[in-house]
């Protein structure tokens, strides 16, 4: 078991007392906020809308609920949830549904302090509601009868440590430093474990969501022995606990946060607190804690990027091997609406059977410059990021640049190994070395690319070294090299290691041109189904059956309608994709349906690892249209 950290014995004995005699200060006010919110969905895809915001404010903190959705009997509020300058107690949580308090901390024959089991608990009660830990509870309500999902898009936590005086700030981001030779030398990490966790509970039949948000990926995250029950004597019973990542919830790549389903409400509780049984608890007790969490639900202004991994050793060496040694990569970009980069972790989307080879993710339609892909190590290493102090952080290994002063640092590295990145760089352009923008000529006015390949590595070949590590490699952007073939691909999907006895369900399926409805035939120039899916005019719906429940999710259509997507859909373990259902958008009227037959339904289940798949089929001109199987996938 984990141990709570030691302080000082007098200070120990003090706050005992206190808290035996009941007498811990009580915050003068304190509330559980009901907020009653509702997501409508336009055409194939559901978005939140912004006109107003409405802040409900309480003394530990204030709330603005999420985004688009419609408050107090339709008031539109921001899309952020915000909890602002409250300070936490130490408390021990399995799950955030019960929390515990420690009341006697025990002490050794030295006053050193002791294990969990050693010490002595009490069950939190109303009163502890935003007075040593934070609870908020809130209702969404859909406003048309499909399926929404609601997704994090970015989140933030800042609170500040006791002992440095400094504010920490947790949000995903990655920011690489350069010094005054322009030349990236180390990039920011954060610097202290930090116990602070977020729960999301949905109701008492679903487990809890439980997020650490120090790690950008689960692996990262820290492991603790929670107090999941105390006896009458105040004695308590440990349960192994390890959150899981924000990035697990990405808009584009992750599974929904919270999924509504038509017009039912569903009820949503978010709680913090400090988690005591974690690693350096005593730094932040008491602090000031802030929270900022970003819904979405909107596909409007984002658009799919693919890295495809084209690497060629530095030395002539393996080929392929940015997925090597179980490396992932993040997406970095910066946000008008955030001093620091935003950071998403990328989804794998094609593997060669052994790792993966491309990836995936989200990025806004307008930003075109300052992107940044990263790869990182799996697990955290001890790592001298200022060249003196051990930190334990995740290892990035290499940066691909798409930026403005990306060619400046290639320069700045023009000496020994670095000379192999330089030559390389103005290979892709003899006279202006790598893309600036992520357009086919690199500058702003160019035409705009969705494909980045990476062909190199930066010269320094496998390295510990931490500036040689964030020296720029060498890719582009859809344009064509050489040695390779440039221009836009598709990409494909992949499934993820899923949660809660979830599944990720995959499809697509391929629409024969040949089909016509003849009260739609010439409709926008004609083109049939397809132009009709294109246009939104018509939405295609997958839907599974799990057990004698059916739910269909809108897919996505794609190069002008001729195929429809489905990626990264949580579905309930031991679904089966049954039909496909044709919706006039906008409405509930079912135009017509095909069904899958019962020989290649595909099963959606749980796997180990990162196995993946991609189910397709074609939609055929044989009477009405039938389903057919594509490729050469196994059920």
């Given at each position: 078991?984990?141990?709570?950290?030691?302080?000082?014995?007098?200070?120990?004995?003090?706050?005992?007392?206190?808290?035996?005699?009941?007498?811990?200060?009580?915050?003068?006010?304190?509330?559980?906020?009901?907020?009653?919110l509702s997501i409508f969905a336009v055409s194939t895809f559901s978005w939140f809308t912004i006109r107003d915001t409405a802040t409900i404010d309480s003394d530990p903190f204030s709330l603005e609920s999420a985004a688009g959705m419609r408050v107090n009997k339709g008031e539109e509020i921001r899309n952020t949830i915000t909890v602002k300058d409250a300070k936490l107690k130490e408390a021990s949580s399995v799950d955030g549904r019960n929390m515990f308090f420690p009341v006697d901390r025990g002490y050794g024959d030295k006053g050193q302090s002791v294990d969990t089991s050693e010490m002595k608990f009490r069950e939190g009660t109303v009163g502890d509601k935003n007075d040593g830990y934070i609870y908020s509870d809130f209702t969404l309500t859909g406003q048309t009868g499909?399926?929404?999902?609601?997704?994090?898009?970015?989140?933030?936590?800042?609170?500040?440590?006791?002992?440095?005086?400094?504010?920490?700030?947790?949000?995903?981001?990655?920011?690489?430093?350069?010094?005054?030779?322009?030349?990236?030398?180390?990039?920011?990490?954060?610097?202290?474990?930090?116990?602070?966790?977020?729960?999301?509970?949905r109701n008492s039949a679903e487990a809890s969501t439980v997020i650490d948000p120090t790690a950008i990926i689960d692996s990262y995250a820290d492991e603790c022995q929670a107090v999941s029950s105390v006896n009458s004597l105040g004695s308590a019973t440990t349960t192994k606990a390890k959150g899981r990542s924000f990035s697990d919830y990405y808009f584009g790549t992750g599974a929904p946060l919270f999924t509504l389903d038509g017009l039912k409400s569903q009820n949503i509780t978010?709680?913090?607190?400090?988690?005591?049984?974690?690693?350096?608890?005593?730094?932040?007790?008491?602090?000031?804690?802030?929270?900022?969490?970003?819904?979405?639900?909107?596909?409007k202004d984002m658009e799919y990027v693919t890295f495809v991994d084209n690497t060629v050793g530095d030395n002539g060496g393996p080929t392929k091997w940015v997925g090597n040694d179980g490396c992932f990569l993040v997406m970095t970009y910066y946000d008008e609406n955030f001093q620091n980069p935003k950071s998403v972790v990328m989804s794998a989307s094609k593997s060669d059977g052994n790792k993966p080879i491309e990836w995936i993710a989200y990025l806004p339609k307008d930003k075109i410059t300052n992107i940044s892909f990263m790869r990182y190590s799996k697990v955290k290493e001890k790592i001298k990021l200022d060249g003196t102090n051990d930190v334990e952080v995740g290892r990035i290994y290499n940066v691909w640049h798409t930026t403005t002063d990306v060619n400046a640092w290639i320069e700045a590295n023009n000496s020994g190994a670095g000379t192999n990145a330089y030559n390389w760089s103005h290979d892709i352009n003899k006279e202006k070395g790598l893309q600036t923008y992520r357009t086919d000529d690199g500058t702003e006015k160019g035409n705009k690319e969705n494909t980045y390949y990476a062909v190199h590595g930066n010269g320094y070949g496998s390295t510990t070294t931490v500036a040689e590590n964030v020296a720029p490699c060498i890719g582009y952007w859809g344009t064509k090299y050489p040695n390779s073939s440039g221009g836009s691909v598709e990409p494909t999907t992949t499934e993820q290691q899923p949660t809660t006895g979830d599944a990720y369900a995959e499809a697509d399926i391929v629409i024969d041109n040949k089909l016509w409805f003849n009260d739609y035939n010439w409709y926008?120039?004609?083109?049939?189904?397809?132009?009709?899916?294109?246009?939104?005019?018509?939405?295609?719906?997958?839907?599974?059956?799990?057990?004698?429940?059916?739910?269909?999710?809108?897919?996505?259509?794609?190069?002008?309608?001729?195929?429809?997507?489905?990626?990264?859909?949580?579905?309930?373990?031991?679904?089966?994709?049954?039909?496909?259902?044709?919706?006039?958008?906008?409405?509930?009227?079912?135009?017509?349906?095909?069904?899958?037959?019962?020989?290649?339904?595909?099963?959606?289940?749980?796997?180990?690892?990162?196995?993946?798949?991609?189910?397709?089929?074609?939609?055929?001109?044989?009477?009405?249209?039938?389903?057919?199987?594509?490729?050469?996938?196994?059920n």
């Open positions: 078991m984990m141990k709570l950290k030691d302080k000082f014995c007098d200070f120990l004995n003090g706050l005992v007392d206190s808290r035996l005699n009941n007498t811990k200060k009580v915050t003068t006010s304190y509330v559980a906020l009901f907020l009653v499909g399926q929404v999902e609601v997704y994090v898009k970015s989140y933030k936590v800042e609170v500040t440590n006791k002992y440095t005086k400094k504010t920490e700030v947790y949000d995903g981001a990655t920011h690489i430093t350069v010094d005054g030779n322009k030349k990236p030398s180390t990039y920011l990490a954060y610097q202290n474990p930090c116990p602070i966790r977020i729960a999301f509970i978010m709680v913090a607190w400090l988690e005591a049984t974690g690693e350096n608890c005593d730094a932040y007790e008491g602090q000031d804690v802030s929270i900022t969490v970003e819904l979405e639900s909107n596909w926008n120039g004609g083109g049939g189904l397809r132009n009709l899916l294109s246009q939104n005019v018509f939405v295609l719906k997958a839907v599974f059956d799990s057990n004698g429940t059916e739910t269909a999710y809108a897919m996505k259509p794609e190069s002008s309608g001729d195929k429809c997507k489905l990626n990264r859909t949580s579905v309930k373990a031991g679904s089966k994709l049954v039909r496909f259902d044709l919706y006039i958008s906008d409405t509930d009227t079912k135009k017509c349906e095909y069904d899958v037959p019962d020989t290649i339904q595909h099963t959606f289940v749980v796997r180990e690892g990162g196995s993946s798949y991609n189910i397709s089929y074609e939609l055929v001109n044989e009477g009405s249209g039938k389903i057919i199987k594509a490729g050469n996938w196994e």
